[in-house]
């Protein structure tokens, strides 16, 4: 069992910066997958990026490539999300999740995550 705690969320302006942060509990927070998705209001959730258990690969939907950065410090049991660039329709609640798998490829799919953490929101003005 691992709980994730997101925290860096707030309002910035377009164009602005923001560093997301997702704490974990536990001791096996080194061997899990990690991933970040986000919900608009309305909207469906939806993947933003994910990271291998032990930061080499990395996979991020289309829209956030070249804007947005996923890493992590597993000696911090945190994975972050870097934000640049950001757009009006990068406002939502943002969470983590963790998968137990050590899966070949980076899942996409929210139901291949086994861990949430609560969310934190993100809003850009315009």
């Known amino acids: 069992q691992v709980q994730l705690v997101e925290s860096g969320g707030g309002l910035v302006q377009a164009g602005g910066s923001l560093r997301l942060s997702c704490a974990a509990s536990?001791?096996?927070?080194?061997?899990?997958?990690m991933g970040w998705f986000r919900q608009a209001p309305g909207k469906e959730r939806e993947f933003v990026a994910a990271?291998?258990?032990?930061?080499?690969?990395?996979y991020y939907a289309d829209s956030m490539k070249g804007r947005f950065t996923i890493f992590r410090d597993n000696a911090k049991n945190t994975v972050y999300l870097q934000m640049n660039s950001l757009k009006p329709e990068d406002t939502a609640v943002y969470y983590c999740?963790?998968?137990?798998?050590?899966?070949?490829?980076?899942?996409?799919?929210?139901?291949?995550?086994?861990?949430w953490g609560q969310g934190t929101q993100v809003t850009v003005s315009s």
């Open positions: 999740a963790a998968d137990r798998r050590r899966a070949g490829v980076l899942p996409s799919y929210d139901y291949e995550y086994d861990y």
């Open positions: 536990g001791r096996t927070f080194s061997t899990y997958t």
């Open positions: 990271i291998s258990w032990g930061g080499g690969n990395t």
